[in-house]
């Protein structure tokens, strides 16, 4: 989308994670913009941020002017663009200063949102945070607790606007690796329904029991002849079945709020659904601009976009 940038009011927000970047050029809340590409942090050396931001927004900055640039996730990392330290819990998701990144052409001025930390059980997140606050300028006084699923999935206890606890679980990243370089890369493809509830029913009722039953689906598929699409399903239902097991302590008794891309979110939240937990689905890209409309209070006063 695309359409002549304002001169007043401008602010590109950014979502740079470990594999890619995505941008908005935005008038207020309004997006005017929008592009995305591989440049991740994962593939960058510190020099090579602001030349990726460029390629990508460099047709969008007015003349004559400082362009605000809002960014969350691992572009504050130790290795991206500027390390923006973490915020410990309990406390707001955007809890700390923004993290200015050293930028040489005069058109930008980047702002890094910092990420939280939970010192014991050890635990952190880059991103997220960005999401919740999001969710919470939508749902001002919300209690309760938002899973956040994807390559590794978050479970957060929220009350009275702030991050009490989360946990974080390995759970997206360890399928993909089972799926594509395990052993199991010879009997998992396509998705067959039924095969996800089974194995989250199983992997829910003896989570101790995982590694076996992970092999049993290799096993299966070479005596009994399981089912590809069956065998993949079942695969991500005794991960994610397992995952809720273990997370129990932040669902029992709880309201859930699930922010994820619509696959992963509609899967966790059949999964809970079978438990007779409430939940709600909301869109994490929907999200994570909210959570840096809202981060530009956080903003020096005089870079902080207006819309005359």
């Avoid at 995305?36 to 994962?42: F, H, P, Y």
Wanted: aromatic share 6%; with cysteine; charged share 20%.
């Amino acid at each position: 989308m695309s359409e002549p940038a304002p001169t007043q009011g401008f602010w590109i927000a950014a979502d740079w994670g470990t594999s890619h970047l995505r941008v908005w050029g935005l008038s207020g809340d309004r997006v005017i913009h929008a592009a995305q590409s591989d440049q991740g942090m994962g593939v960058l050396e510190r020099d090579g941020f602001e030349p990726a931001l460029l390629a990508m927004v460099r047709d969008w900055l007015p003349e004559g002017q400082v362009t605000p640039v809002l960014a969350c996730g691992m572009v504050g990392s130790r290795q991206g663009w500027v390390e923006a330290p973490y915020s410990a819990v309990p406390c707001a998701p955007l809890g700390g200063p923004l993290a200015q990144a050293p930028c040489r052409d005069l058109r930008l001025s980047v702002h890094v949102v910092p990420g939280l930390k939970q010192p014991r059980p050890a635990d952190v997140m880059r991103g997220e945070e960005t999401q919740i606050a999001g969710y919470l300028a939508a749902h001002p006084g919300w209690d309760g607790v938002i899973c956040l699923p994807g390559t590794h999935s978050k479970w957060a206890h929220l009350s009275a606007g702030e991050v009490v606890s989360f946990q974080t679980f390995l759970t997206g990243e360890m399928f993909a690796l089972l799926s594509e370089t395990s052993v199991l890369r010879h009997s998992v493809s396509g998705w067959e329904a039924a095969g996800f509830a089974e194995g989250v029913a199983l992997g829910m009722e003896r989570p101790e029991r995982l590694m076996a039953r992970l092999f049993a689906i290799r096993a299966e598929s070479l005596l009994h002849g399981l089912e590809a699409g069956a065998a993949r399903a079942r695969l991500s239902g005794l991960l994610i079945g397992a995952e809720l097991a273990a997370a129990k302590p932040y669902w029992l008794g709880q309201r859930v709020a699930i922010i994820g891309a619509e696959g992963v979110a509609r899967a966790y939240a059949d999964a809970l659904k079978t438990l007779s937990v409430p939940v709600t689905l909301h869109d994490a890209t929907e999200m994570t601009l909210a959570g840096l409309t809202r981060a530009r209070a956080l903003l020096p006063e005089a870079e902080r976009p207006c819309v005359n």
